[in-house]
């Protein structure tokens, strides 16, 4: 039986993949189990972006291990994400729907200004720094993710594509570590970071603090070898580390206290990577959180529970700053959410979060700001192409989607983008928003009819109007016989017939 308090985040990252289990009780999150596999993905990525067989195969394997674990958790308490090497992968779907099948839920590719936010979330959520603005830096296998604010959101959030994986592949091929190619490695990292400085300083931070495996090992690097407690790290200490990498000269000869051998073959580059944020940042002195993304992921499922999504704060600021009418927004939202709330269950959108729909329908217009003809490419370029905290790529993909077909002729290629999950559900879901925005050309909330629509699950559609409707509305009516035709292209049909009730159904149901 599902038991509603737990949370589950499943973090798939370049260099380990890690499932945290949680217990939501009197307003706080208790970590009840944690599981963590070394699987190195990102070292099994080629130049192309192709995933050697052996590094796909161990990722299934363990994601079917955390399937099994899994099992029975509701499908809106599990978030899964996918990091760098998910973001790098040529074919993403070939790979996502076997990982999706394993591990038993959807997997969300997300970005990485959006993988900082969520560790800023998770950082934050579970360390008490005091109340000063604070930095975090989170270094991983693929990417590294720097964050810096004072409250639930950062003020900065960026992600830069050095990781200890990446580095070490890049930097000490064949396991020689050597003082040129430490020097041109830091540098390249340097210059990634030079044009952070300004906008991180401006963030007035006070207190630096790390996360995630590399910082960790350093710190009981340093702890063992002090015999000491494990504390903050040092920058001093840092290029002790470094020059123990230089002497030993080669990955396989590292001998560093407390470093476990897992993590020994990508410490040279995760190091590297440190080194490189402190020095650029003029940090002395770096606190350590035992919190990272997978912690922010469980925060950020459990606000959006509890009404706290950045997503809508998201879609409010681009409504905002582009222009969006937000009268006419709530017409085509207000007909587009009623006929979803009518045709849910019979084809299956229960799967797909309803916001969706009701977000891409009040930035419909967003593309006006640029031009008013085809327009609604426009708007579908500003959603899939802009930096949206709280969305993935998947869900700004499949809102794409929405806006781009919201008019106009339809491409029997539309679905192309999206994944099948998402697929399946987006061809009502363009029916919905294709017609809301037919029937509200006129802008006005009397041309608005009462209406019902009922769907097979299949692909045929019925809209009821009121008797005399289309006759009084020639430009409507003219717009629906268009509409028939384009819908054809996804391979639905749409049948208009007199409404038998006169009672207009409540969007907010």
Not at 206 to 232: D, F
Not at 345 to 353: F, T, V
Not at 476 to 488: F, M, N, Y
Request: aromatic letters at 4%.
């Amino acid at each position: 039986m599902p038991n509603r308090d737990l949370y589950a985040a499943v973090d798939l990252g370049s260099n380990s993949f890690h499932l945290l289990v949680a217990r939501h009780e009197r307003g706080q999150l208790r970590v009840i189990d944690q599981l963590r596999e070394m699987i190195r993905l990102g070292g099994g990525l080629d130049t192309r972006g192709r995933l050697d067989p052996e590094t796909r195969d161990r990722a299934i394997a363990c994601l079917a291990r955390f399937g099994q674990r899994l099992a029975n958790f509701p499908t809106l308490q599990v978030r899964a994400v996918g990091t760098q090497t998910l973001r790098r992968l040529a074919q993403p779907q070939s790979f996502l729907i076997v990982a999706e099948t394993a591990l038993g839920f959807p997997i969300d590719v997300i970005s990485g200004r959006e993988e900082a936010r969520l560790v800023w979330l998770g950082v934050t959520g579970a360390t008490a720094f005091g109340e000063q603005p604070r930095m975090v830096i989170d270094i991983g296998g693929g990417s590294t993710e720097i964050a810096a604010g004072l409250a639930r959101d950062p003020v900065f959030a960026e992600s830069i594509q050095f990781g200890c994986v990446s580095v070490t592949r890049r930097a000490f091929g064949k396991g020689r570590i050597t003082p040129r190619r430490w020097r041109r490695a830091a540098e390249e990292i340097a210059a990634e970071l030079q044009p952070l400085q300004a906008p991180l300083r401006a963030s007035g931070w006070h207190h630096a603090i790390g996360s995630s495996g590399t910082v960790r090992a350093v710190q009981a690097i340093i702890a063992t070898s002090q015999n000491a407690l494990p504390g903050p790290i040092r920058s001093a200490d840092v290029a002790e580390l470094r020059q123990m990498l230089l002497d030993a000269g080669h990955i396989e000869r590292v001998q560093l206290p407390g470093l476990s051998s897992a993590r020994q073959p990508v410490i040279a580059g995760g190091i590297v990577v440190l080194e490189a944020c402190m020095r650029a940042f003029d940090i002395d002195t770096l606190e350590v959180s035992p919190s990272a993304l997978r912690e922010g992921l469980l925060h950020d499922l459990v606000g959006r529970e509890e009404h706290i999504d950045p997503r809508e704060q998201t879609v409010q600021a681009m409504a905002g700053r582009f222009g969006c009418d937000q009268t006419q927004a709530e017409r085509v939202r207000d007909f587009a959410m009623a006929g979803f709330e009518q045709i849910a269950e019979a084809h299956g959108l229960r799967l797909i979060p309803r916001d969706l729909l009701d977000w891409s329908c009040r930035l419909h217009e967003a593309g006006l700001a640029i031009a008013h003809s085809h327009y609604q490419l426009h708007s579908a370029y500003l959603v899939e192409q802009s930096d949206m905290p709280g969305f993935t790529r998947q869900e700004q993909q499949l809102m794409a989607v929405l806006l781009r077909g919201q008019r106009r002729k339809l491409g029997r290629d539309a679905l192309a983008p999206l994944p099948g999950r998402m697929a399946t559900a987006a061809r009502p879901m363009l029916l919905l928003i294709r017609l809301a925005v037919a029937l509200a050309r006129s802008r006005t909330d009397s041309d608005l009819p009462d209406f019902s629509l009922c769907g097979d699950g299949s692909d045929r559609f019925e809209l009821g109007l009121p008797k005399g409707w289309l006759a009084a509305h020639p430009l409507s009516a003219r717009g629906l016989q268009l509409e028939k035709a384009q819908l054809t292209a996804l391979g639905l049909r749409l049948r208009t017939v007199t409404l038998k009730t006169a009672q207009r159904p409540d969007a907010a149901a």
